[in-house]
């Protein structure tokens, strides 16, 4: 029988309160997960079920009221805001609905983004943003702005930028809400290729086409996992 695939990223009882004036929600009420190498996860669930919350936590963007998270092996529950920071640099790509380019940078000074942040000099940095435009299809687009480029080009700069430090956990919130049906699957196409080279992908997003193309399918109600599906959706 075949090893399992190491841990990419664990959560054990996980809680997330927040206080809203006289208000408490349970945005996440005792949440206990597995993320494995490699797999394609697709978390799914209605506004208010908890889904935005844990990918949240799982990129280290905010941190849990209670248990722990585990991401490579290390818990980063309780870490400073530096020691988080460099962590996430090293270990997650973002995708983001609304691309979050910076708009007066080109689409190499973008990709580029993440490396500056490691310390990584230029000499190195540029030619890899160089190799990575080319990857998604865009080499002959390396000084327009975002401004100069159409939505799906613009989610094209966004992937490769979450490739940028190489990482093992790409996290993607609802990568196809801002772009039309046929854009949409051009880039869930990329995100398979990403997959079937061996990243793991964790993706939040509300339609059934699109969680299609993951191989674990996560659906949440009330801050608790209602239940998970594997496999290709019947």
């Known amino acids: 029988?075949?090893?399992?695939?190491?841990?990419?990223?664990?959560?054990?009882?996980?809680?997330?309160?927040?206080?809203?004036?006289?208000?408490?929600?349970?945005?996440?009420?005792?949440?206990s997960l597995q993320f494995r190498r490699g797999e394609f996860w697709a978390i799914l669930g209605s506004s208010g079920s908890g889904k935005s919350t844990l990918l949240n936590l799982l990129g280290c963007l905010d941190r849990p009221t209670s248990g722990r998270y585990l991401l490579a092996g290390r818990d980063v529950?309780?870490?400073?805001?530096?020691?988080?920071?460099?962590?996430?640099?090293?270990?997650?790509?973002?995708?983001?609905?609304?691309?979050?380019?910076?708009?007066?940078?080109?689409?190499?000074?973008?990709?580029?983004?993440?490396?500056?942040?490691?310390?990584?000099?230029?000499?190195?940095?540029?030619?890899?943003?160089?190799?990575?435009?080319?990857?998604?299809?865009?080499?002959?687009?390396?000084?327009?702005?975002?401004?100069?480029?159409s939505g799906g080009q613009q989610q094209r700069v966004a992937i490769a930028r979450a490739l940028a430090n190489n990482p093992n956990v790409l996290l993607a919130d609802e990568p196809t809400g801002n772009l039309d049906s046929a854009t949409g699957e051009e880039i869930m196409r990329m995100l398979g290729d990403l997959h079937r080279q061996g990243k793991t992908i964790i993706m939040v997003t509300h339609e059934p086409d699109i969680a299609a193309h993951a191989s674990c399918r996560l659906y949440m109600k009330d801050g608790r996992v209602e239940r998970i599906e594997r496999g290709p959706m019947s």
Do not use: C, W
């Not at 090293?90 to 940078?105: A, D, M, T």
């Open 77 to 149: 529950s309780g870490m400073e805001d530096d020691e988080l920071s460099h962590i996430r640099l090293r270990h997650l790509g973002f995708i983001f609905q609304n691309f979050n380019l910076i708009p007066q940078s080109t689409v190499e000074e973008n990709i580029q983004l993440p490396m500056y942040y490691l310390g990584i000099h230029d000499h190195e940095s540029l030619p890899r943003a160089q190799e990575l435009a080319r990857l998604v299809g865009l080499g002959q687009r390396l000084k327009h702005t975002p401004i100069q480029l």
């Open 1 to 31: 029988m075949d090893e399992p695939a190491p841990i990419e990223a664990e959560v054990q009882d996980v809680r997330k309160i927040y206080r809203i004036g006289d208000e408490t929600v349970n945005a996440l009420a005792g949440v």
